[in-house]
């Protein structure tokens, strides 16, 4: 017995509290360790961000510019995109078109798959508009109902007004 009086039973505290002795003998509790959880959550957020720029259909072009574009409409189906490059190339999705009579046997294969898919004809701003008038003729003659022209939306000034493009 000491001057202060009887002694006080220890008492069980968490590990690292600083606080009591340590818990009695037994099993130490499971302690998780976030850093591999983070590690995957990164290497998939890069993995995402280098696959999503190369899931677009079509070929890369400048689309001419609208003042007052249609909304985005959202079909069951998505549409078929054929794509005029600036050097006159077509493509149907991501397959280059050679020939002639390839651009209709195309979209027949495409609309095959689907036959409500719609198409949806993008062409680079540079390229003469009579060459655009033609594959869109060649993808009326394949059968095709429903054809749309990508545009993209024109700038404007803070005060309404468009810019001069």
Same mark, same amino acid.
Do not use: Y
């Given at each position: 017995?000491?001057? +202060?009086?009887?002694? =006080?039973?220890?008492?069980?505290?968490?590990?690292?509290?600083? %606080?009591?002795? &340590?818990?009695?003998?037994?099993? %130490? *509790?499971?302690?998780? /360790?976030?850093?591999? @959880?983070?590690?995957?959550? +990164?290497? @998939? +957020?890069?993995? #995402?961000?280098?696959?999503?720029?190369?899931?677009?259909?079509?070929?890369?072009?400048?689309?001419?510019?609208?003042?007052?574009?249609?909304?985005? &409409?959202?079909?069951? #189906?998505?549409?078929?995109?054929?794509?005029?490059? =600036?050097?006159?190339?077509?493509?149907? $999705?991501?397959?280059?078109?050679?020939?002639?009579?390839? @651009?209709?046997?195309?979209?027949?294969?495409?609309?095959? @798959?689907?036959?409500?898919?719609?198409?949806?004809?993008?062409?680079? %701003? /540079?390229?003469? #508009? =009579?060459?655009? =008038?033609?594959? #869109?003729?060649?993808?009326?003659?394949? *059968?095709?109902?429903?054809?749309? +022209?990508?545009?993209?939306?024109?700038?404007?000034?803070?005060?309404? &007004?468009? $810019?001069? *493009?």
């Amino acid at each position: 017995m000491s001057a +202060l009086g009887p002694p =006080r039973p220890q008492t069980a505290a968490w590990p690292g509290s600083g %606080r009591g002795a &340590a818990p009695a003998a037994g099993p %130490r *509790g499971p302690e998780i /360790n976030i850093t591999p @959880l983070v590690d995957v959550v +990164l290497v @998939l +957020l890069i993995i #995402f961000m280098v696959i999503a720029p190369q899931m677009q259909s079509g070929q890369p072009v400048a689309s001419p510019e609208v003042s007052h574009p249609d909304p985005e &409409a959202k079909g069951q #189906f998505d549409p078929i995109t054929v794509s005029v490059t =600036r050097d006159g190339t077509i493509w149907i $999705e991501k397959d280059r078109i050679d020939g002639p009579g390839e @651009l209709e046997a195309g979209i027949s294969a495409a609309r095959a @798959l689907g036959p409500d898919r719609k198409i949806v004809l993008q062409a680079d %701003r /540079n390229v003469p #508009f =009579r060459h655009v =008038r033609s594959v #869109f003729a060649q993808c009326q003659t394949a *059968g095709a109902t429903g054809i749309s +022209l990508k545009v993209a939306a024109r700038p404007t000034t803070l005060d309404g &007004a468009e $810019e001069p *493009g």
